[in-house]
């Protein structure tokens, strides 16, 4: 039996892919969290074997979780479940040793084969991605529907991303939007992650092809 734990901040979904999981023979849903907080509270004594983790909680970065998850559990084997299909935001993440990359809008076929092959100890990236340290996989594959942009980005990153277009720098964004200019810095490198490109111009032209430019 493959016990899972699964958090994910959208309740919605989380509730059911736990309910579709749950139905499975051989899976057994041990718990679920909403954020990065309620995961490392308890994730030193879970019982599981898997933990299936949303790329983009509210409260926690992405980073900061693995590296809290591998000093307390390093051997715990990790899939991430996203929309994102950035090459240069996988790579971001693989080497904090995660078994698996999976895409929200898989079948329930592929997300069950990745499940046992993570348990039976391989590793499992969805077929669209493609991971390896050559430059050519660092290409821009991030292909996102307009429905799904307000899940993948924040109203701040939005808010900063819109400014970016209009050719404000980070000292203007900070001073209109009332932040530090870190904190837009930071802003601005979560954005070339997540979207997948690998600079300000790359993030002009995603918010041109997606009308995010008023």
């Known amino acids: 039996m493959i016990r899972v734990f699964i958090t994910d901040d959208h309740e919605i979904y989380l509730e059911g892919l736990a309910l579709l ?5 051989d899976i057994t849903v041990v ?7 309620q995961l490392l509270d308890q994730v030193a004594t879970l019982q ?3 933990l299936l983790l949303d790329v983009s909680l509210p409260d926690l970065d992405e980073e900061e979780i693995l590296k809290q998850i591998r000093a307390a559990r390093p051997e715990l084997r990790v899939i991430y479940l996203t929309l994102l299909r950035g090459t240069r935001y996988v790579h971001k993440l693989t080497k904090y040793n995660i078994q698996g990359y999976v895409l929200k809008n898989t079948s329930l076929d ?11 100890g391989g ?41 970016i277009c209009k050719e404000y720098s980070n000292a203007e964004i900070a001073e209109k939007l009332f932040l530090s200019v870190s904190t837009v810095e ?3 490198k979560n954005l070339i992650a997540k979207l997948g490109v690998n600079n300000t111009v790359g993030l002009v032209k995603f918010a041109l092809r997606n009308n995010l430019t008023d």
């Open 186 to 188: 930071t802003h601005r």
């Open 48 to 50: 599981i074997d898997i």
């Open 21 to 25: 999981l749950s139905k499975q023979a």
């Open 110 to 120: 592929e997300l069950m084969e990745c499940l046992r092959t993570v348990y039976d």
């Open 31 to 37: 718990g679920t969290s909403t954020t990065g907080k």
């Open 123 to 163: 590793s499992y990236f969805s077929k669209d991605i493609h991971i390896g340290d050559k430059e050519e996989d660092f290409r821009n594959t991030i292909t996102i529907e307009d429905k799904q942009i307000d899940e993948i980005l924040s109203r701040r990153e939005l808010e900063v991303l819109k400014l």
